[in-house]
């Protein structure tokens, strides 16, 4: 490399304000031999000419489009590369980037939506789904009361995710668990024996993959509300009178068998 006067070129501090490029990156590609300055002072010092900077005017504007170097220097090296074709190339990949950001900007709007309202539903694709008598304020009510608990988010994110099919599938699953729990019930199966522990531990997977993960403690506090909340009550006494006691008692005694006391049983 030719030594030269400050005079003959710029320096890197100069070619880095110039062109908006990191003085790091032009060492860079200094030394992977990129784009190498072709004077140096007698200091020591690297200095651009102004074909260098030709070279790096090139650079950059290949790099802001998204080509990385080893691609950059096919196309300013080998005359026999086809840079139109390599720019359809470029710009066939940056289309999908943009899609897959597109895909992500709806996906994240959804996640919002869901955090905010829980149900990604209307009114009419809800009373489809889960019938005449839903009440389309219920999530709203309940993200009220539960909006900030680990448990809303965990339903928020599985519910950004599905469609209303999937909800068809979640409410045709839990009006089979409700069919089996009332011919259990006219059955005369009683609460602790094994065809009801069975229809409890059911309820709480079905629930899991519906919703939130559900304990065996969480599932008891379920339990009570089943048979105490006016709107849990009417659900079930409304298929069969008696069901949600029935049920809390069998939620009970399964929690029994495995250890929890229901009486002192908490929410966690």
Do not use: K
């Amino acid at each position: 490399m030719p030594d030269a006067t400050d005079t003959d070129g710029l320096t890197v501090g100069q070619v880095s304000t110039d062109l908006g490029v990191t003085v790091r990156a032009l060492h860079h590609w200094d030394e992977i031999g990129l784009a190498r300055p072709s004077l140096r002072t007698a200091a020591g010092y690297r200095l651009y000419t102004a074909g260098d900077l030709e070279r790096l005017h090139r650079i950059v504007v290949y790099r802001e489009l998204g080509l990385n170097l080893a691609r950059i220097r096919v196309i300013l090296d080998d005359s026999t590369t086809d840079v139109p074709g390599a720019l359809r190339a470029q710009r066939a990949q940056v289309a999908e980037r943009i899609d897959r950001l597109r895909q992500l900007s709806v996906g994240l709007d959804r996640m919002v939506d869901a955090h905010e309202r829980g149900l990604l539903l209307s009114v009419e694709q809800q009373a489809a789904i889960f019938g005449p008598d839903w009440d389309p304020d219920r999530h709203a009510q309940a993200r009220q009361r539960y909006g900030d608990t680990r448990q809303w988010r965990q339903y928020a994110e599985r519910s950004a995710v599905r469609s209303p099919e999937d909800w068809q599938a979640v409410a045709d699953s839990i009006a089979g668990l409700d069919r089996a729990l009332v011919e259990a019930m006219d059955a005369g199966v009683t609460p602790g024996s094994p065809e009801a522990n069975a229809l409890v531990e059911r309820h709480r997977e079905l629930f899991t993959t519906s919703y939130f993960p559900l304990t065996r403690q969480m599932q008891v506090c379920l339990g009570r509300r089943f048979e105490t909340d006016p709107a849990f009550a009417a659900h079930y006494d409304g298929i069969r009178a008696g069901l949600a006691t029935w049920f809390r008692r069998s939620i009970d005694a399964s929690a029994r068998a495995n250890g929890i006391d229901p009486d002192t049983a908490t929410w966690r």
